[in-house]
Structure formats: structure tokens, C-alpha cells
């Protein structure tokens, strides 16, 4: 396959960037998305040009670190992520547009690269439980029902890419958060921090310049784990008890 | 040292403070301010409807908004609380609307260059729909609750006559017309919205709750819209 690629280049976080066309021939329909930017950087390499910078690390799905809004499509025209997008899904003689995640709490580091500690801090405000772990306990020791362990187990599969704040018209990162409370909120093991868990995180993710939810729902067809739209109808009403109960507690 | 996370004992700030500081919060003013203007335009609407048995009923309907409650209360008493009611639902929904909508474009300052307009219809709607019916809702006061700007003689406690003066104007019916489509559009994203936002929405209930809120975005507009086609077509003058 040939290929025409439209790239946003932006040498560093205070630059102004642009979109730079590039040609590469040879690609294969198997090879991953990023596999042929792979390709693309060995020419510019070969031609003493600076390779374009993107994310990746484990190319199989599960990390969440790359990223890449193809095509105006955070992670490309399939509901997978970017690593696992194949150039099957393209045609030969296409232009791509390629794009880093847009989003003033997500700043452009370099090229298709933006700075994602923003959902760090909003983890670190409420994305853990307190309870001392260890080894892994007896699997008996607290039980869980079925449906619990289940919606958990959706909510759990987040890996934190941040597709849906660029999906967003509103850079918001309501799905991704709602993702993370309503993980540890159905489980006995989150209760203790149930209400401390999403009022910190709420408040960090405002803290964090991401915008409110429009219920537009692009996050949720963004999304590559198919997390849905519903959860943040969940978060809002776990935020709204856990005011209801602080209010009271006073 | 865990421990000491889960029972914190920082203050934390007041309920107000902590729902308009957020946007989940602010969004909250939305959704219940939403509601009770929502509440109040079923009423309206059906109030409305009276005109097509002429102005005796129309007018004495006019009349008992004025008495209700009575002798408990005085005369316009109810009338003036559901004002006041209303005044801060529009209020309080147009301002938290504001800043949520400034925070919104602020968190996504730069636009793809990969354009996909479908992205932010809904959104889009809304605002536009938005600002639509505060214009309208200013004028609507203008034209038949103080008589300011109508068209005409105003005549107080004479509604029949003013509804009729107003849709006797073109820009009267367009103004309205216009109006009336965007609540229409409005009531549709909107009721699904609120019942997100205050988490009563849920995967069983989603279907039902999209065909209440297109049910009563229906029923809405074509029933306020049915006054000005009334005089419009003749059959109330
Ligand atoms: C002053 C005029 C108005 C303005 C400026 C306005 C603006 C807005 C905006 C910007 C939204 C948010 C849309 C979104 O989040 O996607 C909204 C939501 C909403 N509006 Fe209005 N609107 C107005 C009048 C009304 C009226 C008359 C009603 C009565 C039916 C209404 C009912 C609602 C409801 C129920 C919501 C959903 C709240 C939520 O998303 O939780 N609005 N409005
Ligand atoms: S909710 Fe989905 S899109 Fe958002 S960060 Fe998690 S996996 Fe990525
Ligand atoms: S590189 Fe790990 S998910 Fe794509």
C-alpha cells in the first residue's frame, strides 16, 4: 500500500505545530497502525530527519499508552486501540490524518504526544482502597455477587488511555473517571472510601481543567474497552449520595 | 496509617458550596431546574389550550390563576411564588449553563484539523436552543404578561384579546413558532439528560426514558404551537 499521511508536528510543548505531509510506500495491510509509523520513522531517520514521536509501550491493548486521533477517530475507524488498529482497515492511495489527543489538561508534548498525568492525580485522589494488602487472600474470604463482581469487572478493563477526553466536544473526563469510581464503589473491599472516593475525584478532575459532561456520548463509542455511557449516569448518582451523606455527617 | 485515609477527618466545605463548585454539582442545578420549568410548561401548555373555547372560559381561566389558594391566600399570592419559583429556576439554569459551557469550550481549546461535525450536535442544540429560549422567554414577558412590546392595545385581564392581537403579527407567529421548535429540541435532550444527571437513568430504563422525553417534546410543541395556528387558520379570533 501507498500512503499519503498528514502528521501533526509540534517540536515542543510551547511551539506552535502544524500538519506535515509525508509519503510511505510499502506497507503492508498487516502491519499495525503503528508499525507503519514505525516504517515512516526509519525513512525519516535514513533521510536525517527528526522521527515523528508517539506513544506505545505494550502493542498488545492492555497498557494504554498509545493513543492517536485517526482520521478525526480517537484510535482510528475500529473500537480498538491504536496499537491494535491494522492497516487492513485502510485503502491504498489513502490520506491519513494523524493527530495527537486535544485537550487543555492533556498539553502536546511533542508531536503526537500529550502529557496524561492529569488522570494520574485523579487516581491519586480516590483510586485506591485503604485495606493493607498482602498476598493474594483467599478468593472466599469476602463474597462478592455475581452481578457486583461482573459490573466491577467492566468498569475494571479501563486502562486509562484517555481516548474519550478526546472524543469529548467538551475535553471531559467524566467516562474515564466514572470508569475508575464505579470500579472499586460496587466492591466491599471499596466501601470504606466510598464517598471520600468520588467526591476527590470529581473535585481533581475539575481541579484538572477537563470540562463537564453534555452527555454528547462520543466517549463511550471512542472508548476501546467499551466502557459505556451509563457509568457516568452511576457516577453522578454516587456523587449525589456521598454529598447527601457528608451534608448529613456534620 | 491506611486508616487514617479512610476516616480523614478534614473539614469538608458546605453542601452549596460543594455542588456549585462542581460540574457534576452545577449540572445537578441544571437537571432539577430544568425539571420544574418542565413541570410548569405541561401546565402551561394545557392552560393554553383553553383559548379554543372562547374568551369567556379563557379569560375566567386568567382570572382563577389570580385567586387561587384563596382565602388562604390573597389574591395573585400563588401566582407571584410560582413567579418567583420560575424566575430563579430560568435563573439559576441560564447562569450554571454559562459557566459550564465556558469551562466546557475552555477544556478543549484547540480544534482537530480532522473535522467530525456530529461530535458535538447535541451539545451545539442545546446552547443555541438555550439562548433561543431566553430570548424568548424575555420577550414572551414582555408581550403578554406586561404589555410592554405588544403589538396593539394591551388589555390586562383581557388575555383572549392580547393572544390574539400578538398572533394577528407575522413576526408574532415566527418569533413564537421558532421558539417553540427549539424547546421542542431542547425537551428532548434535555429530559434524557436530567434523568443522567440526577442518576436515575439506567441500561433498563434507557429506551423508556428516550420515548417519554420524545413524547414530551411532542406533545409540547404541538400543543403550544396549536395557539397561534388557532388564530392563524381563524378558529379562535
Ligand atoms: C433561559 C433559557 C435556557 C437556557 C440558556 C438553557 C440552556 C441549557 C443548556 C446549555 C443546557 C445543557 C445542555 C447540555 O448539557 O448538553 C440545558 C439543559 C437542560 N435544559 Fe435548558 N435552557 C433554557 C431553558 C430551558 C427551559 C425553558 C427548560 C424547560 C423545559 C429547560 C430544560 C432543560 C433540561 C431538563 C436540561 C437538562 C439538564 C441536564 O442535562 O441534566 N431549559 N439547558
Ligand atoms: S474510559 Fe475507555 S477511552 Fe476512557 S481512558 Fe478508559 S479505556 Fe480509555
Ligand atoms: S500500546 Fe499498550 S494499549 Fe496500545
Redesign the pocket.
Known sequence: MKLTLRVWRQQNADADGAMSTYEVDGISSDMSFLEMLDTLNEELILRGEDPVAFDHDCREGICGACSLVINGDAHGPERTTTCQLHMRSFKDGDTIDVEPWRASAFPVIKDLVVDRTAFDRIIQAGGYITAPTGAAPEAHATPVPKPDADLAFEHAECIGCGACVAACPNGAAMLFTSAKVNHLNVLPQGAPERETRVLDMVAQMDEEGFG?????GECATACPKGIPLVSITSMNKEWLRATRKVAKQR | MYMALATRTDRRPSIARTVWDSSVGK??V??V???I??LY?VAHMIGNLKIYFGAGEFNAYGHWLRTVGEPFMHYEWTLWLIRVVLVVA?VA??VS??Q??RRDIRARPSKYVHKKPRASY??RT??W???I??LF?VWHVLDLTTGTVHPGGFQEGHPYQNVVDTFSTWYGNVIYIVAMLA?GL??R???W??A???GVGSRTRDRALKTVAGVLALLLTAGFIAVPVGVMTGVVS
Do not use: E, W
Open positions: 463537564g459532561c453534555t452527555l454528547a | 449540572k445537578t441544571m437537571a431546574s430544568g425539571v420549568m418542565l410548561l430560568v439554569h441560564a449553563a454559562y459550564l459551557s447535541a451539545t442545546m446552547r436552543g438555550g439562548i429560549l431566553g422567554i424547546l431542547h425537551i435532550h434535555g429530559f439528560s436530567a443522567q444527571t440526577l
